[in-house]
């Protein structure tokens, strides 16, 4: 929920609760925004939480400190088995705060077999490892990319549907400018770089 709030309900109980928390202050852009993941074989729901204050709306109804944030949370239980803070602290190479930034987990997260991808609302794509949550990767999104149709595209904030994985590559849309955030126009892919075959010849 946008409050910060997660929970499981027993189906077979029709609906009733086995478990909630509350890990994020929430607001218009708080909380659990878009979509979390489940990785059945581990029995683990990951949540992703944006916490971005926007104090500037009416009826705003963020109501504490910021924990932007990723969970990983027993399906059964609801213990806590990992978490992590956003990474970004929104600063440029010389150390200014860059405009419309917030470091969030607001975008669609997803999960693989090892990995849990979760872009944020710094523009950065990043990859957790599924049992620790130690980061494996990242890459900066925001910024001028050279398009194939020879023309050029501008990275900014991930929001909303977040990534998508299919054969080996992934596929990300970076500019999100509504709520002041990062604006942009780039369709980004990125394939898995495969080892070559270094045998003699």
Known sequence: QKNGR????????????????????????GGV??????????????????DRPIGDLVGDSFNGTPNPSLHAVD???????WEVAAPGDCRDASGDAVKGCFP???AAITATD??????????????????????RWSFDSTGRHSAVNGGSAMGGSIDA????????????VSGYGQFSQIPGNA??????QRKTDRSPQ
């Open 114 to 135: 090892n990995l849990v991808f979760a872009p944020t609302l710094d523009g950065y794509l990043r990859a957790f490892d599924a049992d620790t949550g130690t980061q």
């Open 161 to 172: 549907g977040g990534i998508l994985l299919d054969a080996g590559q992934l596929f990300v």
């Open 75 to 81: 399906i059964a239980s609801g213990r806590k088995r």
């Open 33 to 50: 925004h878009f979509a979390m993941a489940v990785d059945e074989k581990r029995g683990v729901l990951y949540v992703p939480i944006s």
């Open 6 to 29: 997660f929970l499981a309900l027993d189906p077979a109980a029709q609906g009733k609760p086995v478990w909630s928390d509350r890990t994020g202050s929430g607001g218009k852009a």
């Open 104 to 106: 969030g987990f607001s």
């Open 187 to 192: 369709f980004l892919v990125f394939e898995v």
